[in-house]
């Protein structure tokens, strides 16, 4: 079997899909507060393009397959393409990044229709500040979704919560208590330069190191564990009684790319070699002309073959890619 492996010999068989741009909050560190410009239905991939790239991929030796937005709970009948990857032989694990609005009253449909694994944004435990970084209400509505969603059968959801300096350090307890009580693993994840608004600043990164050492002080210390695969972008820790699981995505202060093995199609059909790529591969064209999977293999092939090194977020040349956030995906 060809794999999609680069010129650094990292092997790419994690699949990052965004099914849509739009998303029903307007989260500071991803989207523009007003005035957003969002696809044309007719530009998305259509489920069974996605379908068919997906198959194309895993002829590749992908066997992760992660859905993203925008907002994926907000394209229609979403269960419909969960049930038809489930079923295409070779995904070993099919997950959601979701911002949990919609999940209460979709948790069991997503569950029944082969969904494995569901990660959820949530970037405060308190409704105001919730307020404050989504520009939207629906605090109460996420809640409810974690709930329902470990009422339908879910297990080992994780929540993403992004930390940013001068505002989320008051969410660093309330979550540590939040892993213990509710045995979800919460994430965090340093906050990197991807906003539609171009206003990141270093200055703004909560780092991780900072984040243990709250924890560590406040609550317990924390231990390292091993349960996360080399691959994972998280580092991962529990606290020393054993309950509660942490984990860290610190893309900034220790980046991980060196044992990267994700790529991403975003929901306008280009592939994306890397989160930060300035570069895209266009297979719509492809999809939607009479592109035969050998062209499109190769077009995948070629993607990762030219895969630099990894994000330069830390150098002077860093650019930040013209996509943003919300139309790359998670
Ligand atoms: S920045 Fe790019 S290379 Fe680095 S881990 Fe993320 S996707 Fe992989």
Redesign the pocket.
């Known amino acids: 079997m060809n794999q999609l492996v680069d010129s650094f010999q990292?092997v790419h068989t994690n699949l990052r899909i965004s099914v849509t741009d739009r998303c029903n909050i307007r989260c500071f560190y991803c989207m523009p507060a007003e005035n957003v410009v969002f696809m044309q239905k007719s530009h998305l991939l259509t489920f069974e393009e996605i379908e068919r790239t997906v198959r194309i991929a895993v002829s590749l030796g992908v066997n992760k397959i992660r859905l993203t937005g925008g907002e994926p709970l907000v394209r229609q009948d979403l269960h419909k393409l969960i049930g038809k990857l489930s079923h295409i032989e070779g995904i070993q694990d099919l997950g959601l990044t979701t911002n949990g609005i919609l999940l209460a009253e979709q948790a069991r449909q997503l569950h029944d229709a082969g969904l494995s694994r569901l990660n959820i944004s949530l970037d405060a435990l308190d409704p105001k500040l919730f307020r404050e970084v989504t520009r939207r209400d629906g605090y109460e509505n996420v809640i409810a979704g974690i709930e329902a969603a470990q009422q339908v059968g879910f297990e080992r959801i994780k929540i993403n919560a992004v930390s940013v300096r001068n505002l989320t350090e008051s969410q660093i307890v309330p979550f540590g208590h939040f892993s213990r009580e509710s045995n979800v693993e919460i994430r965090f994840i340093e906050f990197m330069p991807l906003d539609a608004d171009n206003a990141w600043e270093r200055e703004k990164v909560l780092f991780a190191h900072e984040i243990i050492k709250t924890l560590s002080e406040e609550i317990m210390p924390l231990i390292p564990t091993d349960e996360d695969s080399p691959e994972s972008?998280a580092t991962g820790f529990q606290f020393a009684d054993g309950v509660g699981r942490i984990g860290f995505i610190s893309?900034v202060s220790q980046?991980?790319?060196m044992?990267?093995?994700?790529?991403?199609l975003t929901a306008d059909g280009k592939l994306r070699?890397?989160?930060?790529?300035l570069e895209e591969a266009d297979i719509k064209s492809l999809l939607r002309g009479d592109g035969t999977d050998a062209e499109i293999r190769q077009a995948m092939l070629d993607s990762i073959a030219a895969?630099?090194?990894?994000?330069e977020?830390n150098t002077a040349r860093f650019i930040q890619p013209d996509r943003p956030m919300y139309s790359i995906g998670g």
């Open positions: 990292r972008p893309s980046p991980f790319c044992s990267c093995n994700r790529f991403r070699n890397c989160l930060f790529s895969k630099k090194e990894g994000h977020i």
